[in-house]
């Protein structure tokens, strides 16, 4: 049996049906988004933790990282944590130095590519 659909809409749906959902108040009263915030507490936590392997490594580097790398690494995120704390976590292998595993992330460390 072939089911008929209202509406030519890819997704076989009438749009009227999924516009009368959304503006529904129950999805006009949600707390948007505030991207910026989210860069801030990206930044928040990677200069947290860069202090902290810092603190912790300070031997092998002296200050660290610069401002601009920081600043690299904020925008690289697009706000996910996600993508800092994989920063984290591969910057403070035990088994490598720090500085070198930062210059990996942003395109200055032996795994760059040359072609």
């Avoid at 860069?50 to 092998?60: C, D, G, K, V």
């Avoid at 996600?82 to 130095?97: G, L």
Wanted: charged fraction near 25%; charge should be negative; include cysteine.
């Amino acid at each position: 049996m072939h089911c008929q659909s209202k509406s030519s809409s890819p997704a076989g749906r009438p749009e009227p049906e999924i516009r009368e959902i959304f503006d529904n108040p129950a999805f006009s009263d949600h707390d948007s988004i505030n991207v910026e915030q989210l860069f801030a507490d990206v930044e928040t936590f990677l200069i947290r933790e860069f202090a902290r392997i810092y603190r912790e490594r300070h031997s092998t580097m002296s200050t660290w990282p610069s401002k601009s790398i920081l600043s690299y690494l904020v925008r690289k995120s697009s706000g996910y944590s996600i993508y800092a704390a994989t920063v984290i976590n591969f910057v403070e292998d035990k088994y490598f130095r720090p500085t070198a595993q930062l210059e990996i992330t942003w395109g200055y460390g032996p795994l760059q590519s040359t072609a």
